[in-house]
T-cell receptor, first 112, second 113 residues
Framework: KAGVTQTPRYLIKTRGQQVTLSCSPI?????VSWYQQTPGQGLQFLFE???????NKGNFPGRFSGRQFSNSRSEMNVSTLELGDSALYLC???????????FGPGTRLLVL | QKEVEQNSGPLSVPEGAIASLNCTYS??????FFWYRQYSGKSPELIMS????GDKEDGRFTAQLNKASQYVSLLIRDSQPSDSATYLC?????????????FGTGTRLLVSP
């Protein structure tokens, strides 16, 4: 099976812009979770989608949003980018519940 | 108190030795426990999952879970230089809800030839 894929892999934006990241889960996986990783805060949970519904959300401002499509692919959007949004954004997929999550390669976002 | 705590290291061991990585968690009703390995600049890669008390072995890796002590560990036998990476302990379930993996800050392991 193909693994989790994320696009784009690298992105450079300026403050105030918005960005959309994409994640395609492993075939058959219906749950997609998003995480932000920074050197200072480590890996932090953003949100999780299952069957197009957001089931859980982390402590991030409303500028961070996401959605999931009927084919389980997911997108996350960050509006009004700030310098502190520079991070590695990771998505992970699983079958759902508390099973193992498998991570994609990540999107590295740099905000200038 | 952090939800998942790990010693940041670095933990330095010589090649061929046993590396012991430890993790404690605060949510007593946590259900599932994972160890991920992350090389610099790469995404986390699953090494082991463990769900019930006791030991679970997979090749050179052994995960140990003690729910009463809220403690998870990972032993790496016959450590190799290629094992040098950051090891992330992650916990799911309980009061944090579905699919929210809560990570520790990771322990950096250095295996010297």
């Amino acid at each position: 099976k193909a693994g989790v894929t994320q696009t784009p892999r690298y992105l450079i934006k300026t403050r105030g812009q918005q960005v959309t990241l994409s994640c395609s889960p492993i075939s058959g996986h219906r749950s997609v979770s998003w995480y932000q990783q920074t050197p200072g805060q480590g890996l932090q949970f953003l949100f999780e989608y299952f069957s197009e519904t957001q089931r859980n959300k982390g402590n991030f401002p409303g500028r961070f949003s996401g959605r999931q499509f009927s084919n389980s692919r997911s997108e996350m959007n960050v509006s009004t980018l700030e310098l502190g949004d520079s991070a590695l954004y990771l998505c992970a997929s699983s079958t759902g519940g508390s099973e193992t999550q498998y991570f994609g390669p990540g999107t590295r976002l740099l905000v200038l | 108190q952090k939800e998942v705590e790990q010693n940041s290291g670095p933990l330095s061991v010589p090649e061929g030795a046993i590396a012991s990585l430890n993790c404690t968690y605060s949510d007593r009703v946590s259900q599932s426990f994972f160890w991920y390995r992350q090389y610099s600049g790469k995404s986390p890669e699953l090494i082991m999952s463990i769900y019930s008390n006791g030991d679970k072995e997979d090749g050179r890796f052994t995960a140990q879970l003690n729910k009463a002590s809220q403690y998870v560990s990972l032993l790496i036998r016959d450590s190799q230089p290629s094992d040098s990476a950051t090891y992330l302990c992650a916990v799911i379930g309980g009061n944090t809800g579905f699919q929210k993996l809560v990570f520790g800050t990771g322990t950096r392991l250095l295996v010297s030839p």
